[in-house]
């Protein structure tokens, strides 16, 4: 089945810097790759994702890339916001049935 | 739209017990899922249904059972409880198709001691 590495899995950036969340995939299949943020507590929810056939992705402050090629996609957020702490969690699925396989997550910490 | 709902939010129990965690969605999707989450190890697929009366195991289905015999509702049922149970358990639903956004429930967090 479908492996996906994440990296790294704590990242602290001062408010203002950018900060760059990778995962790698193991299925060349997989034609979706979304991201999910998770506050403390709370509920993971859909940030930003990407199919196969695009090679990058903006949403304001926040991007996703995709190298099929090389299998790996990353998260790219600019000018970080104390609100941007969380655990970010890449997946990759392929097929009709939705089934994402998650990566380990990845806790970011915003400082001021 | 109330989303995606789980109940219980907290749960103890016993080695041996047995419990159904609940979930119901009113967005009127067709998938749903099952999720655990431990720390460190990311969001593991316990099973998961892509419509009424059909349902899948996922990648971690051992010591569980789920029925869905309606749109709305996906319960998940523990049998004779085990310490390694303990976990953080997120229930899901999407559209399905090209739309693969999940939508989660609160979570339930269950302890077995």
């Known amino acids: 089945g479908e492996n996906v590495e994440q990296h790294p899995s704590t990242l602290s950036v001062q408010e203002g810097d950018s900060a760059v969340i990778k995962c790698t995939y193991s299925d060349s299949a997989s034609n979706y790759f979304p991201w999910y943020k998770q506050e403390l507590g709370k509920r993971p929810q859909l940030i930003i994702d990407?199919?196969?056939?695009?090679g990058e992705k903006k949403d304001q402050r926040i991007a996703v890339t995709l190298n099929k090629t090389a299998k790996h996609f990353s998260l790219h957020i600019t000018e970080t916001q104390p609100e941007d702490s969380a655990v970010y969690f890449c997946a990759a699925s392929l097929g009709t049935a939705s089934k994402l396989t998650f990566g380990t997550g990845t806790r970011l910490q915003v400082t001021l | 739209n109330a989303g995606v709902t789980q109940t219980p939010k907290f749960r103890i129990l016993k080695i041996g017990q047995s419990m159904t965690l609940q979930c119901t969605q009113d967005?009127?999707?067709?998938?749903m899922y099952w999720y655990r989450q431990d720390p460190g190890m990311g969001l593991k697929l316990i099973y998961y249904s892509v419509g009424a009366g059909i349902t899948d195991k996922g990648e971690v289905p051992n010591g569980y059972n789920v029925s869905r015999s309606t749109t709305e509702d996906f319960p998940l049922r523990l049998e004779l409880a085990a310490p390694s149970q303990t976990s953080v358990y997120f229930c899901?639903?999407?559209?399905?198709?090209?739309?693969?956004?999940?939508?989660f429930g609160e979570g339930s967090r269950l302890t077995v001691l």
């Open positions: 899901a639903s999407s559209r399905g198709g090209d739309t693969g956004e999940l939508f």
């Open positions: 990407i199919r196969s056939n695009v």
């Open positions: 967005m009127n999707h067709n998938y």
